[in-house]
């Protein structure tokens, strides 16, 4: 996607102002901890994204961007604070952009070119910061539970558009599913209706089109012969101010309607229904009494109630992340516990449903009652009303179940019929009466134009269940479909992971796991890693396998994951401090691992640790000029590079200034880097530390002695030649490292601790002076003293292993090492 | 209904080739056409997975009262 060949960091986290040439290539940033490396992670995320990840997320309330992103002495100044990148972008042709984003306005960097194509490269960018690994992300890939790790990871390939559709389209199909049970409801009620405006028993074309017919012969119509979906029963009826006027209330409809009410009403107080309402009040009555019963089903129709829920791998109240197998398999464990209380109250629901359908039907019959009342009696209307409301609160407490307290009261008023209401029924009756009777035209003119009004009613009814029918068939399939498709391309993208995975992490333990493999196992809302430990069968990762083997786990899975999220375009990535725990021999593989199988891939590492700086060389995987190191940091001037500082002015300021911890510091964690590289560099024989966590006085001795020996055989050699010059400056070179390293007194750290460089803070001004002095001529008997050159000495080889020559950089030291052939 | 301007992010890499494979089997298993069609604006060129564009786009009205 890109490559950084410079970034330049101003104000910004622990940094005043870093330049860092990257070239495009892989970088490595070392320096022991608290020396400014994170900084620059943080500088390449912000600057690439926006956005710092560290400074966000667990832990982290009340830390902002805008705030704690600029520099300490310059948090009141967001604009200071900012990220100047240079890159190169391959897929559009290596076109070079600069970007430049500032804590002020993170949101809106500065873009040289600001092209659309650039633009969009940049902000696919912005929506992928995963390029950037810290080892907290390793560790969560590779040590997670299933469902955490499921969540890393879907996040790292992000698919939670994946997820998101999933939940969509089940949304959707269950929101379809509920308006076709509506639907259907609102069909079964618009047939009765019409069936009992027709006078018929049963709704049946031939019995509808016999009842019309009838009519329309009195009207003297044409009958109807067939009926379809746009038959108008009431064809040839004059209506309207052409016709006869259509009288306010429909009498037979008004009587039919007020028929249904007393009908129901009559079921009501039926034996039947309130010998069953006694009976189930007797039960629910001993069920109130019994707590822990009561309790049980309280709490089976809660964990019922839940299981509907978990199909989403969020709580959809609090969006809490669960693992929906595992929460599924709890809830229907406890749920078996309480079977035998939900068999008991599922029989309850049962008995009770056509009590409250009874209510429902009575209450439909009420609400048309009321209509015709408004007209001829609006005196009644509000008796109807209260009625229809006291029985939606019975019936809506009777559904509910609990609390059992409101369930028992409603049913034991199930009969209980307001006192005037049969009075009021009457009141109605009598108004309806009163209308004059219509004449059999009249009659069969109301019974047509009521008939067909009820049936465009069930037609419409019939046509909404159909869509609803539809629209829940397509949903279904559609959904179906989906959660096919999307398993099957995770299924396949997750064998491709675990393939390149296990190929990863067998090229980095070659050595003693040449037959590893890895099985990523997908299931609903969750992704178990299980890997083999040695042939003896598969594993999770923390199972058996060290901490330095999971921190190549975790780096195999990242670099595997994202070769498959990002293909060719993955072309930088940030790997800061990720294998510390990775033994030296096992880096060397990992270097190589990300030279050969990543070579368009630029990797910008951070590590506290030189060896393994030194392998990321010697392996290639960093250049020459591919390295920088931190020395030490301070709030004042943040870090500092050891290649760029003037180490002896900087310890002559801090002794001017008493201040000799200061001085101290420096000169040891600079003698520690250096020597470091003299051993190097003179093949120093160092006693060997399993870590690589050499400090001064494990080195400067062997490098003193492994130049004093070179020195040595470099004087024999000449010697053997008969360089008389060459021998002198030889001695000459002798006597400064003998001299020099006495004046140190490296020597006698062993035999006097008070001299020791662990005490070197304690000393005073004009001791350590002395200390700095001899240290300063030390060092420069292992470089060459010629201005513009001043390279450290090393050794030189012929292949394939042969001792050749000590050398500078720039050659003006040569001293060679092969002695002259004896002559026979 | 007024079509529904909302976009959400770009859909790339797995999610991309999934939703790809899915719109492949609707076709295959001849769904309308303009559902398809639908379906791919609203997730490949909009790369929007929310209930209302999904459902408008399955329904075109986006109205499953009806």
């Not at chain 1, 072309?571 to 199988?597: I, N, P, Q, W, Y």
């Not at chain 1, 360089?723 to 400056?729: I, R, T």
């Amino acid at each position: 996607m890109i490559l950084v060949d410079k970034i330049t960091i101003e104000e910004f986290r622990g940094i005043r102002n870093l330049p860092l040439n990257f070239k495009g290539e892989n970088f490595a940033i070392s320096g022991p901890n608290g020396t400014g490396k994170s900084g620059v992670v943080d500088a390449l995320e912000f600057g690439l994204t926006g956005n710092i990840s560290r400074l966000g997320g667990e832990g982290t309330g009340g830390i902002s961007l805008r705030k704690h992103a600029p520099h300490v002495d310059s948090r009141d100044y967001p604009e200071k604070a900012k990220v100047i990148l240079e890159l190169r972008i391959p897929s559009l042709g290596n076109k070079r952009v600069r970007l430049e984003r500032s804590v002020a306005n993170p949101n809106n960097p500065l873009v040289t070119p600001n092209t659309p194509d650039v633009l969009g490269v940049l902000d696919l960018l912005e929506d992928r910061p995963e390029f950037v690994l810290s080892r907290r992300e390793l560790i969560a890939y590779v040590l997670a539970q299933p469902g955490k790790r499921s969540e890393e990871i879907q996040a790292l390939l992000r698919l939670d558009q994946l997820g998101d559709l999933r939940s969509t389209l089940k949304t959707i199909s269950n929101t379809c599913n509920k308006e076709k049970i509506g639907a259907k409801k609102a069909a079964d009620e618009a047939r009765e209706s019409l069936a009992k405006g027709l006078e018929i028993p049963e709704l049946k074309p031939e019995k509808l089109l016999e009842a019309v017919n009838i009519r329309r012969v009195i009207l003297g119509l044409a009958p109807i012969d067939t009926l379809t979906n746009t038959t108008i029963l009431h064809d040839g009826v004059k209506t309207g101010a052409k016709g006869a006027a259509i009288p306010k209330i429909n009498k037979v409809e008004a009587l039919a309607d007020l028929k249904t009410t007393k009908d129901l009403l009559g079921r009501l107080i039926d034996p039947g229904i309130t010998g069953e309402c006694a009976d189930l009040h007797v039960q629910l009555t001993a069920l109130n009494a019994d707590p822990a019963l009561l309790d049980s089903v309280s709490r089976e129709k809660f964990l019922r109630a839940t299981l509907p829920l978990i199909v989403e791998p969020l709580c959809p109240v609090c969006d809490t992340p669960w693992d929906i197998p595992t929460l599924r398999a709890n809830v229907e464990g406890k749920l078996k516990v309480f079977e035998e209380t939900g068999k008991l109250r599922s029989a309850l629901e049962r008995r009770l449903e056509p009590i409250t359908d009874l209510f429902d039907r009575m209450r439909t019959a009420l609400f048309a009652l009321e209509k015709h009342a408004k007209i001829i009696t609006p005196e009644q209307v509000v008796h109807l009303s209260t009625y229809r409301a006291a029985l939606d609160l019975k019936a809506r407490k009777i559904k509910a179940f609990l609390p059992l307290s409101e369930t028992l009261l409603a049913l034991g008023e199930v009969g209980k019929i307001p006192g005037d209401f049969n009075e009021v029924l009457r009141l109605i009756d009598a108004a309806l009466v009163a209308i004059p009777e219509p004449s059999q035209q009249e009659a069969a003119r109301d019974y047509l134009i009521l008939c067909h009004d009820r049936l465009e009613t069930y037609r419409e009814a019939m046509r909404r269940l159909k869509k609803s029918g539809e629209h829940a068939d397509l949903a279904q399939s559609v959904y179906d479909i989906y959660a096919e498709e999307a398993d099957k391309v995770l299924s396949g993208v997750y064998k491709q992971v675990e393939k390149e995975f296990s190929e990863f992490y067998r090229s980095i333990n070659s050595d003693d796991e040449s037959e590893f493999s890895a099985k990523l196992i997908p299931s609903t809302g969750k992704v178990g890693f299980d890997v083999d430990f040695y042939g003896r069968g598969h594993f999770p990762p923390g199972a058996y396998h060290s901490e330095g083997h999971q921190d190549g786990m975790g780096l195999c899975l990242y670099l595997a994951l994202m070769q498959r999220l990002q293909g060719e375009n993955f072309t930088f990535a940030v790997l800061d401090d990720v294998l510390m725990s990775v033994d030296a021999g096992h880096r060397r593989e990992v270097c190589k691992l990300l030279k050969e199988r990543f070579p368009d891939t630029q990797f910008v590492l951070t590590t506290h640790d030189e060896v393994w700086l030194k392998h990321m060389g010697s392996v290639g995987l960093i250049g020459d000029t591919g390295s920088t190191r931190f020395s030490n940091w301070t709030p004042d001037h943040g870090p500092t590079e050891w290649s760029n500082r003037a180490v002896w002015t900087e310890i002559a300021s801090a002794l001017e200034k008493d201040d000799v911890r200061s001085a101290a510091g420096i000169l040891r964690y600079y003698s520690e880097y250096l020597f470091k590289d003299i051993a190097h560099h003179l093949r120093a024989r160092v006693e060997f530390r399993g870590d690589g966590r050499y400090e001064l006085g494990d080195i400067l001795s062997p490098s003193v002695a492994s130049l004093r020996k070179i020195l040595a055989d470099g004087k024999k050699a000449a010697e053997s030649w008969g360089h008389a010059e060459d021998v002198k400056k030889i001695e000459e070179k002798e006597k400064a490292i003998t001299e020099a390293f006495s004046a140190t007194n490296a020597d006698q750290w062993l035999i006097n601790p008070a001299i020791h460089y662990n005490e070197w803070a304690n000393f005073h001004v004009a001791d350590f002076t002395h200390v700095v002095e001899a240290f300063h001529v030390l060092v420069q008997s292992f470089c060459c003293d010629q201005e513009g050159c001043k390279g450290l000495y090393y050794l030189a080889f012929t292949a394939p292993k042969t001792l050749d020559s000590l050398r500078c950089a720039c050659g003006s030291v040569n001293i060679n090492l092969k002695k002259k052939p004896a002559s026979n | 209904m007024e079509e529904e301007q909302e976009s959400g992010r770009p859909v790339v890499g797995v999610p991309k080739q999934a939703f790809e494979a899915f719109l492949k089997a609707l076709e295959e298993k001849s769904f309308p056409v303009d559902v398809i069609s639908r379906l791919r604006k609203a997730l490949i060129e909009k790369g929007t997975v929310s209930e209302p564009t999904i459902k408008n786009a399955l329904f075109s009205d986006n109205n499953t009262d009806s």
